[in-house]
């Protein structure tokens, strides 16, 4: 595994859409391998592929601190409900902090590491986390989305 550097905004491979994966060969396990340690290296709760300037639609998530890691492959939201409001912050967008509106929970569909279909059903963070990196996948940003900025001294009083 290694560490990957993370593109920043202005970056223009994370305004482009990526590419859906073909074949799960070793590229894409050691590019998600790498994903996970560059995310837990930068104390992230998600990262996308685009964000390490891989055009491929690979995300990796983990809202509990090493307890539930999701590698996914091709996921794709195929339900949603209820709404909520929270603070959001991106690796890519460092030190920029806003209130996005998301579902409050989702059914995301994708592929494992093995090539399985697999469903995962996020509620609150984890929710969160998977409709802000499989945004990424398509090119959008959590600004695009933001309803207000929040400033870092407001995000550690909400803490």
Known sequence: MALRSIRKEGDEILRKRAKEVNVINDRIL????DMVETMYENNGVGLAAPQVGVLKRVIVVDTENGKGLYKLINPGIVHEEGEQCGTE?????????GEVKRPKKVIVE?????GEKVRVTGEGLLA???????DHLD???????VVRYVDSAEKEKRK
Not at 30 to 33: A, H, Q
Not at 128 to 134: G, N, P, Y
């Open 128 to 134: 969160v986390a998977l409709c802000h990196e499989i």
């Open 89 to 97: 912050g991106c690796l890519s967008v460092p030190g920029v902090f």
């Open 110 to 114: 994708a592929l494992n590491e093995k």
């Open 30 to 33: 050691d590019l998600l391998n």
């Open 139 to 145: 090119g959008i940003l959590f600004r695009d989305k």
